[in-house]
């Protein structure tokens, strides 16, 4: 069998990331083949360094050179409050938003039955063994606002009754500069039954 063309390599390997189609797939491959040496080879080691380098933090399941991670080294960080989340890219959501002090826990999914996902398919009893040794006060959700996400929340609110930690889920409504007559029925709804007092 004949050895793939190197230009549609490239384009399909390009194809598969997030946010590329085939079209944008080849803009950026003619780019880079255009100016290999500016391009294409810093590009290519970058991509080999993370990939030698870049691995799970053993405590929260981030992204980062070492084990911990930096969130979870950083003595400013409030060990006792862990935000949970679906991924990776959801907590460096929360961290550019520079809105949670403590430390996080990835999941790496959600429960979803039409996709065979089942709670040993994540990662929740490292979770449940980080807050066993007492150090957590409060365990905030931050799942997304659909079935999926509501089902495990359901999930991790029962596993982690027992322990007594406090567990909070992030609100879920109106979002700043939303004008109400654009939005969707559950968001207003949810809206009107996350309203606080004034």
Same mark, same amino acid.
Not at 21 to 47: F, V
């Given at each position: 069998? !004949?050895?793939?063309? !190197?230009?549609?390599?490239?384009? &399909?390997?390009?194809?598969?990331? !997030?946010?590329?189609?085939?079209?944008?797939?080849? =803009?950026?491959?003619?780019?880079? /083949?255009?100016?290999? #040496?500016?391009?294409?080879?810093?590009?290519? #080691?970058?991509?080999?360094?993370?990939?030698?380098? $870049?691995?799970?933090?053993?405590?929260?399941?981030?992204? &980062?050179?070492?084990?911990?991670? =930096?969130?979870?080294?950083?003595?400013?960080?409030?060990?006792?409050?862990?935000?949970?989340?679906? *991924?990776?890219?959801?907590?460096?959501?929360? #961290?550019?938003?520079?809105?949670?002090?403590?430390?996080?826990?990835?999941?790496?999914?959600?429960?979803?039955?039409?996709? *065979?996902?089942?709670? #040993?398919?994540?990662?929740?009893?490292?979770? /449940?063994? =980080?807050?066993?040794?007492?150090? $957590?006060?409060?365990?905030?959700?931050?799942?997304?606002?659909? @079935?999926?996400?509501?089902?495990?929340?359901?999930?991790?609110?029962? =596993?982690?009754?027992?322990?007594?930690?406090?567990?909070?889920?992030?609100?879920?409504?109106?979002?700043?500069? *939303?004008?109400?007559?654009? /939005?969707?029925?559950?968001?207003?709804?949810?809206?009107?039954?996350?309203?606080?007092? @004034?």
């Amino acid at each position: 069998m !004949p050895s793939p063309d !190197p230009i549609e390599h490239l384009v &399909d390997l390009l194809a598969r990331l !997030p946010g590329f189609g085939r079209r944008s797939a080849r =803009r950026a491959a003619l780019r880079m /083949l255009l100016h290999p #040496e500016r391009m294409m080879l810093p590009l290519a #080691e970058a991509l080999r360094q993370a990939a030698a380098a $870049v691995g799970p933090c053993a405590a929260c399941g981030n992204l &980062d050179t070492a084990s911990p991670c =930096r969130i979870c080294r950083d003595p400013q960080r409030d060990a006792e409050v862990v935000c949970v989340v679906e *991924g990776v890219a959801e907590l460096w959501a929360l #961290e550019r938003a520079h809105a949670h002090g403590g430390t996080y826990h990835v999941l790496g999914g959600m429960l979803s039955a039409l996709a *065979g996902i089942g709670p #040993e398919d994540l990662s929740v009893q490292p979770l /449940l063994v =980080r807050i066993a040794a007492g150090e $957590v006060k409060e365990v905030i959700l931050a799942l997304p606002a659909t @079935v999926d996400g509501a089902t495990t929340a359901h999930y991790l609110i029962d =596993r982690l009754r027992p322990s007594g930690v406090t567990v909070t889920r992030l609100a879920q409504g109106v979002p700043i500069g *939303g004008a109400l007559d654009v /939005l969707d029925e559950g968001t207003l709804a949810a809206a009107l039954q996350a309203r606080r007092g @004034v």
